[in-house]
């Protein structure tokens, strides 16, 4: 079996959790999520993908792992700032890569709302 080298082997992938956030944990006025809710979340499974993929990228591409019924402009990428999970803007969502939301960085989630 030939490996394609613009794809990462499998070894290579991380492991991302998307998760679906319950109704009533917004702070609609911050636009963060509590850290204490948390535990509410209702996980949606795992998704294996390149670390060096970037939010953008993955958006485009959300449907391939979650099938096509996920609507990309449903779903927020979160980051954990002091004791809440803000909402990554989308102007950076072509900065930043994958690897800043998998392990350690478990504070990092990817939420379908």
């Not at 999520?33 to 948390?38: G, Q, R």
């Not at 996980?43 to 390149?50: K, N, P, W």
């Not at 803000?86 to 379908?112: D, G, T």
Request: net charge neutral; aromatic share 10%; charged share 20%.
């Amino acid at each position: 079996m030939s490996h394609n080298p613009s794809q990462p082997s499998s070894s290579e992938l991380v492991e991302l959790h998307v998760f679906y956030v319950p109704e009533g944990s917004w702070n609609y006025k911050l636009n963060t999520i509590s850290i204490e809710v948390i535990n509410k979340f209702i996980s949606a499974g795992f998704i294996r993908v390149s670390p060096q993929l970037t939010l953008q990228a993955l958006r485009l591409r959300l449907g391939e792992f979650l099938g096509e019924d996920a609507v990309a402009e449903k779903f927020l990428f979160l980051k954990c700032i002091g004791n809440n999970l803000a909402v990554v803007k989308e102007k950076q969502e072509p900065e930043l890569k994958l690897k800043s939301f998998a392990p350690p960085y478990v504070c990092n989630v990817i939420l379908n709302c």
